[in-house]
């Protein structure tokens, strides 16, 4: 007998373009649906066709967003998955796969033959496989069948009623074969299911950081495709259209960040999105910004380097890059969302901050955060109308007027009776060339001082598990965040107290009497801990342990579990 | 517009110039600002957008609107702004190494592209700024720093690449004939589409070759039976190197890239506002 009354891990796992992202894309939607508290996370390899891609899909009594290497119930839609997910298997793992192709049959623990094909193949075309597995799933969890067989039809409507009809007939097989199956292997689930996760928004981190960029004002975005900062671009390309969203697909990195600090110069709110690779190429334009004080957003969504590295895994390893890019000194701020809220919450604020101090902002992601599916309930998500921080020029305008917190007015071209002049040269205070000492010493001080107001204004980090009253500060930034929190959860030390940061830099000054008295721990994906480098560089705090990982894998909760056990 | 009349385009007098003496800009940049002032453009309403080098100063010369930005770049952010408000004119001006070498792929692509701005490059053969090396437009043979023993690869030549590229409106101007190439830089402006000049002007210090004389004896203006809408004869006419032809080489009326991409005048994007119900909605997408 095995029952399931808290947690359940399901893995799909097959080659690229064999449908394992049509399965989850249902699969995830239905038990949304019918109640269930939902995520995903996918790894796939960087490939059109073939190789193992697979995803994890994971339904949990409490709100559990992070990735397990456990593996409950395996459906492997061809051969090679099972040798590719081996060292995720136990004993307890069922392996749902048809026999004829998952050579490792005869030596699994608990195999169960599941004709896919053979059911799709009654329905008229193989093609219905991935219908027929979705139904198996959804027929072992006791599922309401009318709610899968009205999202199907949704789903496929645009291909016409006979395609609704076979996919429907198809996952009728499956359900039925599943529900006997759970009968037969004893299977019993018990997930909680609650009305209030079927309002919730089903949104992975491109959509997060999308709908963040459009409640924070975005509407230009000129970018060259790059896993796996292109879902943000492909986004905006799909859902800003009616918001006026500008986008323009550049010859290249280098002219896509010139040419949205020029739309910003003209009065837009412009990003780029890339990877780090790409963003190797805008650094140019990091320093340009930073001197002609011009706003702008840029997205970098992480994966493991140097140069091509991996380019569908996940890393978080430029946070360097993003605090030491362009040449010279210029304030800018770094902000590292952890789950689809903070993406919306940080990506918006990212607008306003880049546009209130005149500066370049980042936003890191990575792979699995912007890959990673879950559900958020809207009252999470607070709207405003973002503040333009810009102003109708009079006709003695100076662009680079010198003031006491260092932000000048911020006019542009078209708006008013003066002339807005930005200029790479060091320049006065009208935007002209200069090469005065004077002039200079004054403009860095201008520059430069905004970023104390700027680290007065940073995000406090989250506080998670009786953070106050732990003895060792356990740090996290970025994807880490839910990974963190799930560990800490099972762990339950006193000890232990997880603090979390959603804004890398600049550091609010608070934070250091938040970690005074504490033992620091520092989880990052990455080889050398480079956030616990800032953190040592920034607040002078000593680190105690670095807890890092940069094989291209995010971290799962179980190697979290384990090594904050030696601490509690 | 006021009832003023023109408007100027000046510098407040005593405003510092960093060119040399006798410097092909210095005719340039008033051609530039009386055909502006003729145009009846009002500096607020036009932006000059260049790269770096000594051509790409003329902006700091100008009293207009200006992005000064990064050698090789002043097309993106010359499209960018354009996109962020089309009611303003827009003119990206800088020399041949900016715009021919760092900036050619950018080149290439805003000619696909086709945004309403006029590209001014002057074209004096030579790196100026940083003291005489060889320019993308440099001719074979041209002794200088790093090439002692001449220039060894074959000129860049914009005039054929435009064409092939079936750029909107193609010419080239001689710095020597304020008058013509004034008249050419009316048209360009007024044109609606990519519009490239190139101008000869000659670098009295670093290249003694092509000088005002060597441009004059190498140039020809095109008939006035020319017929610059006929693409292959342009092709023919810019790939003429011995004697290089003047004026219009070739026009082709295009969509522009702001009426592609649906941009409308009347909201430039400063003036736009978040619609938070349709973001509501779009959240709601998602339930």
Sequence with gaps: MRHFYNDLSIVLGGAAGQGVQTVEAILMAVLKREGYQVFACKEYMSRVRGGSNSTEVRLSSKKHRSYVRRIDFLFAMDGNVVAHLSDRMSDKTIVFGERERIKESPDLPHFVDTPMTKFANEVGNPIFANTVAVGVILGILGAEETVFHAYLREFFARKGEEVVEKNIEAAKKGFRFGKNIAYQEDIEIGLPRDEKYTKELLIDGHTALGLGAIAGGCDFISSYPMSPGTGVLTFLAEKGGEFGVVVDQAEDEISAINMALGASYAGARAMVSTSGGGFDLMQEGMSLAGIIETPIVVHIGMRPGPATGLPTKTEQADLNLALYAGHGEFPRAIYAPGTPEEGIAMMSRAFDTADRYQIPVFMLSDQYFLDSLSGISESSIALSRPKKHIVETGADYARYRLTKDGISPRGIPGWGQGIVKVDSDEHDETGHITESYEIREKMMEKRMKRLSAMAKDAVMPTEMDNYADAEIAVVSWGSNRSVLDESLGAVRSKKLGGLHFAQVYPINPKVKDLLKGKKIIVVENNHRGQFADLLVRELGVKISKRILKSTGEPFAVEELVDTFKQYA | ?287
């Design chain 2, 1 to 287: 517009m006021p009832e003023t009349g023109k408007k100027n385009f000046d510098m407040p007098h005593g405003t510092d110039i960093a060119w040399c003496p006798a410097c092909g800009n210095f005719p340039l940049l008033n051609v530039v600002k009386q055909t502006l002032s003729e145009l009846g453009l009002d500096p607020k309403d036009l932006v000059l957008v260049s790269g770096i080098g000594q051509a790409a100063k003329t902006p700091q010369y100008v009293n207009a609107n200006m992005f000064n930005g990064l050698h090789g770049r002043a097309l993106p952010a010359a499209v960018g702004i354009k996109l962020a408000n089309r009611n303003l004119t827009v003119v990206a001006e800088s020399g041949d190494g900016d715009m021919y070498g760092e900036g050619g792929n950018h080149l290439t692509h805003t000619i696909r592209r086709n945004p309403d701005i006029t590209n001014i490059v002057h074209n004096n053969m030579i790196y100026g700024l940083t003291k005489g090396q060889a320019s993308p437009t440099s001719s074979l043979g041209l002794r200088n720093p790093i090439q002692p023993n001449g220039v060894v690869v074959d000129p860049f030549n914009p005039m054929a690449v435009a064409v092939a590229l079936d750029a909107s409106f193609v010419a080239r101007a001689n710095i020597g004939d304020i008058l013509q190439t004034k008249a050419i830089l009316k048209q360009a402006l007024e044109w609606k589409g990519y519009a490239l000049v190139d101008v000869f002007q000659p670098c009295v210090v670093f290249n003694k070759v092509n000088t005002y004389e060597w441009f004059k004896e190498h140039t020809y203006y095109l008939p006035d039976d020319y017929d610059p809408t006929d693409r292959q004869a342009a092709f023919a006419k810019a790939c003429e190197t011995e004697k290089m032809p003047l004026g219009i080489l070739y026009k082709h009326e295009r969509p522009i890239y702001e009426d592609e991409l649906g941009i409308k005048a009347d909201t430039p994007l400063y003036r736009q506002e978040l619609d938070t119900e349709k973001l509501e909605a779009l959240m709601k997408s998602f339930v």
